[in-house]
């Protein structure tokens, strides 16, 4: 008798622990961020030291807004930029040894390695027009008849000058009705920068390329510099405030790598202290950064009126522009941010495939974007490392946000994406804006599991999300995620610092040049994926990223 009871109720007691089991996984998700946090800490505190983890910044930029943060939370800072035992490692300067050593899922460290793709302006001319060819392609395609941005709606016309075609091109359509304006591929702060205007400029231009390029010393070199650079026309016609040269500062946070975790964050606008004059010879009242507006005399006693908020750019045109040109109500946090949010996310987008990724990684990019008095919105690049200085009043109110909720959400989003659980809702998200989520649209392979199928999408969380950039994204999955498509698969082996060269084809038509040494991580540049496709981007532009000065970008 006893023992028919007790297997009438062994279905009931199994029930009951596969209900208790599911429990504990539910219980598990709910986890708050100050206990995923502590498991992130967790066995990191040496024992009977008092010591807690580790964090190290590498240069001034927003040191001290990251330093207060990292030391609220009990980590310490060490100034030994070879301390492999660190939580967090914020460098203005990539270096080979920080990937090398990097500890996936444990660290978190600052810039993806081949940020290069984005942050360089040779690097996104060739992402964006590969981007263009796959959609060209893509929209022969039924499934893929949605509209998408063209390049040209948003990325003035640019030629590169280290491509000899390119380079004729340029020469032969050059006339004197329209400026422009060349800049070395990967410098910052103004740097480097002319306008070009006459025939006389451009046959000077001309000339020394050649007389460059003939020399024989210039063959034999593996990373040719001097011809890294880009000719971009310059748009004449920009919306003036008070007379003034603008443009706006907007922030690119890729939060998480595994899987990608992209936002978009507002900034600030920059302009010029003197009045723009299209004829003037003198840079500083063309562009806008800090750096060359400190060159006048006057910075002191006026930077104040130099950054404006996003608030008062959004007031001063509606006062001044929404009945004149028919705008619709605060322009600038509707039509504008959309058109940002558009732009941004089909940029990452272009990139996605092949951006070096694993978890700990994050990255900040400052994205610059220019209204002309059409109210067209124009990226003109995007920033590595953007400033995070505090020097006026506007950015001691937004920098400081922007740093602490970037360190939120990459802390946040690196422990759920470790610890496998939903990604949604993020409670440290704040004032950033949710581009892309890829834990419900690409596929990820997991730490210590083979590569899982997405997730189906949560409920919509109470947080700002970018309408118009998930549409913009919905509408070239069918391109970028389709099958067969690149996806990103670091290796799972122990980092391994193997140098490779190898030539590789240039993206935008151009002769081969030969790779650099790779990065030590786990799919180091210029490796190839399932179908074999080389990463973008010339190998130059790093050579001279890493030539960089030690300064930081100039907002």
């Not at 008062?312 to 322009?331: A, S």
């Not at 200085?389 to 937004?398: A, I, S």
Request: hydrophobic share 35%.
């Amino acid at each position: 008798m006893g023992s028919s009871v007790e297997e009438g109720l062994r279905p009931e007691l199994s029930r009951l622990d596969q209900d208790a089991d599911l429990l504990e996984e539910e219980e598990a998700a709910r986890l708050p961020v100050t206990s995923l946090e502590g498991l992130f800490l967790e066995g990191d505190k040496q024992p009977n030291s008092g010591q807690g983890p580790f964090f190290y910044i590498g240069g001034t930029n927003g040191a001290s807004i990251i330093s207060n943060y990292c030391e609220s939370k009990g980590w310490q800072r060490t100034q030994d930029s070879r301390c492999e035992d660190y939580k967090l490692k914020w460098c203005e300067i990539k270096c080979r040894d920080n990937y090398c050593s990097f500890r996936e899922g444990q660290q978190l460290l600052f810039q993806l390695p081949n940020n290069k793709l984005l942050t360089t302006k040779i690097g996104l001319l060739s992402a964006l027009r590969e981007h263009a060819r796959t959609l060209s392609k893509a929209r022969l395609l039924p499934s893929t008849q949605a509209k998408v941005l063209k390049m040209e709606e948003f990325f003035p016309e640019t030629y590169r000058l280290d491509i000899r075609d390119e380079r004729q091109a340029f020469f032969t359509l050059f006339d004197e009705t329209q400026i422009w304006i060349c800049k070395p591929t990967a410098s910052n702060q103004g740097k480097g920068i002319f306008l070009i205007r006459s025939q006389e400029e451009v046959a000077a231009l001309q000339a020394k390329t050649q007389s460059i390029e003939d020399d024989p010393i210039y063959r034999k070199m593996p990373f040719r510099a001097p011809q890294a650079r880009v000719v971009q026309r310059y748009v004449q016609n920009p919306l003036l405030l008070d007379g003034k040269k603008f443009d706006v500062r907007s922030y690119l946070l890729i939060a998480c790598a595994m899987p990608y975790m992209v936002f978009f964050g507002h900034g600030y606008a920059r302009l010029t202290l003197s009045l723009y004059d299209p004829h003037s010879s003198d840079l500083s009242g063309h562009l806008t950064n800090q750096f060359m507006q400190k060159k006048s005399p006057l910075y002191m006693l006026l930077k104040e009126s130099t950054v404006w908020s996003m608030e008062h750019l959004n007031r001063y045109i509606n006062d001044k522009f929404r009945k004149t040109k028919g705008l619709p109500r605060d322009w600038v946090f509707t039509t504008f941010t959309k058109r940002m949010q558009q732009i941004m996310a089909h940029c990452f987008l272009a990139v996605k495939s092949k951006l070096e990724c694993k978890l700990g990684y994050f990255d900040l990019i400052g994205c610059d974007f220019l209204i002309d008095e059409n109210f067209k919105v124009w990226l003109l690049e995007m920033n590595s490392n953007p400033a995070l200085h505090t020097n006026c009043e506007v950015l001691k109110e937004v920098i400081p946000g922007v740093v602490m909720e970037t360190l939120d959400l990459a802390l946040e989003t690196c422990q759920k994406s470790l610890h496998s659980q939903k990604m949604l809702p993020l409670l440290s998200q704040r004032r950033f804006v949710l581009l892309y989520n890829g834990e419900t649209t690409d596929l990820w392979p997991r730490l210590g599991g083979s590569r899982s199928l997405a997730r189906l999408p949560p409920p919509p969380p109470p947080r700002p999300t970018c309408e118009v950039a998930s549409s913009a994204l919905s509408s070239v999955r069918a391109a970028a995620d389709r099958p067969g498509a690149r996806k990103p698969v670091p290796s799972r082996d122990a980092p391994l610092c193997t140098f490779r060269k190898s030539r590789l084809p240039d993206s935008s038509g151009g002769s081969g040049a030969e790779s650099e040494p790779s990065l030590c991580s786990g799919s180091p540049e210029g490796s190839r994926d399932a179908v074999g496709e080389p990463s973008l981007g010339p190998p130059e532009e790093e050579h001279e990223e890493e030539q960089r000065s030690a300064s930081h970008r100039g907002s």
